[in-house]
C-alpha cells in the first residue's frame, strides 16, 4: 500500500488550490475508478482531496434547461423524473452501464473523468504510453479486442468507458468548472481530447479545475420521444461496450428534422460526427440512409487485428439504433 494524506474539502475554491500545489494529489469523490486504479498501482497518489462534502450534489432546473450536480449520483440522476421525462436517452445510458451498487456510489462529474479500461493500461508488466507517456502502446499489436477504431494515433488505440458521457455527447451538454482562478463552460465535445502524440491526457481540463456542473440544454427534449441506447458487449451486464450508440431524432411525421448519433466503445473519446448527422436532415427513416450516415460515421475507421469486427459491428449498430428510434423503440 502507497502511503497518502486525505482531507476533506470544504470549498471548490480551497480543494482546487490543494490540487494546484500539489501535482501528485487527486480529488475523490464516489472513487469507483480511482480506487481500483490505486489498488492496482497505475495512480499512486500522495494526497487525496475528498469532494463529497461539497454541495454539489442537485439536480435543478434552469432557464436553458436542467443542471445536474457533479456530485449527484448516477443513480439519482437516471431516476430523477424530469431526467426520465425530458432526457431518457441519459437516463437509458446510465442505467446502461456498471451495477445497480456501482451507479448508487459514482458521481455524475466523475463519470467524466473515467480512464481506459484497455488491459495493457492495468497490467503494470507491460509498456503503455497513457500509463508511462514514452514507454509504447502493447495494444497495437497484441490483443485488442477491446480497443478504439476511430481517431486513433501511433502513441494509443484505447477508448473511453463511459455510457452515460456517450448520451450526454448526443444531447450536446455542457461541464461547467471551477479552478482557483476562476469559472469557464466547456462544451461537450471539447472535453475529452483524442490520443494524438499525449494519450495520458484524458481530456482538456487544468490539473486545478474542478467540475462543478453539468448542463442538459432545452433543445434535447426534442428527442425525448425517438431515441434509443444500443449497447453490445461481450455479456448482457456489466460488462463494457464494444460498440454503443446513442441514436436521437426529431421527427415531423416520417421525415427527420434533426438527428443525432453518438459512439462508445470505438474511440478516446465519445465518437460524434455532424456533418453525419446531416445526411438526415430532411430525410426519411429509411435503412438506405441510415446506412450512408454509418458509412460517414465509420469513415477512416482503421482495426488492428483482434479489434478489426468493429468496424462492421459498429455500421450494423448505427443503422439498428437509428431504425429503432425511428419507430420510438428505447
Known amino acids: 500500500m502507497n502511503s497518502f494524506s486525505y482531507t476533506r474539502a470544504q470549498a471548490v475554491e480551497t480543494a482546487a488550490r490543494e490540487v494546484s500545489t500539489n501535482h501528485t494529489a487527486k480529488f475523490i469523490a464516489g472513487g469507483t475508478n480511482l480506487l481500483d486504479l490505486m489498488k492496482e498501482n497505475v495512480e499512486r497518489p500522495t494526497r487525496l482531496v475528498d469532494l463529497t462534502r461539497l454541495p454539489l450534489n442537485q439536480i435543478e432546473d434552469t432557464d436553458k434547461g436542467l443542471r ?3 456530485l449527484a449520483t448516477n443513480a439519482n440522476t437516471a431516476y430523477d423524473e424530469r431526467v426520465e421525462e425530458r432526457y431518457p436517452l441519459l437516463s437509458k445510458a446510465i442505467l446502461a452501464g456498471a451495477s445497480a451498487q456501482l451507479r448508487n456510489m459514482a458521481t455524475d462529474g466523475g463519470n467524466l473523468f473515467q480512464r481506459t479500461r484497455c488491459y495493457y493500461f492495468y497490467d503494470l508488466a507491460t509498456p503503455c504510453n497513457k500509463r508511462e507517456p514514452g514507454s509504447g502502446c502493447s495494444a ?3 490483443y485488442n479486442r477491446v480497443c478504439g477504431i476511430l481517431g486513433t494515433s501511433e502513441s494509443c488505440i484505447a477508448t473511453h468507458p463511459s455510457d452515460m458521457c456517450v448520451a450526454l ?32 491526457r ?30 453490445l458487449r461481450d455479456r448482457a451486464s456489466y460488462a463494457f461496450a464494444l460498440v454503443s450508440v446513442a441514436a436521437a431524432l426529431d421527427m415531423d411525421g416520417d421525415t427527420i428534422k434533426e438527428a443525432r448519433v453518438a459512439l462508445g466503445g470505438v474511440a478516446h473519446k465519445p ?22 450516415v454509418a458509412a460517414s460515421l465509420l469513415e477512416g475507421a482503421k482495426g488492428y487485428g483482434s479489434n478489426t469486427f468493429k468496424i462492421e459491428l459498429a455500421k450494423r449498430a448505427i443503422v439498428r439504433a437509428l431504425t429503432m428510434a425511428a419507430n420510438g423503440q428505447h
Do not use: C, M
Request: charged share 30%; aromatic share 8%.
Open 140 to 142: 497495437i499489436t497484441g
Open 202 to 231: 484524458d481530456n482538456n481540463l487544468k490539473p486545478d479545475e474542478i467540475v462543478t456542473s453539468i448542463d442538459l440544454p432545452a433543445d434535447g427534449e426534442r428527442f425525448a420521444k425517438n431515441f434509443t441506447y444500443l449497447k
Open 169 to 200: 455527447a448526443a444531447l450536446k451538454a455542457t461541464v461547467n468548472v471551477t479552478s482557483a482562478t476562476g469559472e469557464r463552460t466547456v462544451e461537450f465535445a471539447d472535453f475529452h481530447r483524442l490520443p494524438g502524440n499525449e494519450p495520458e
Open 271 to 292: 465518437w460524434r460526427k455532424p456533418e453525419a448527422e446531416d445526411l438526415l436532415k430532411g430525410q426519411a427513416a429509411t435503412k438506405v440512409n441510415f446506412e450512408r
Open 68 to 70: 445536474l450536480g457533479a
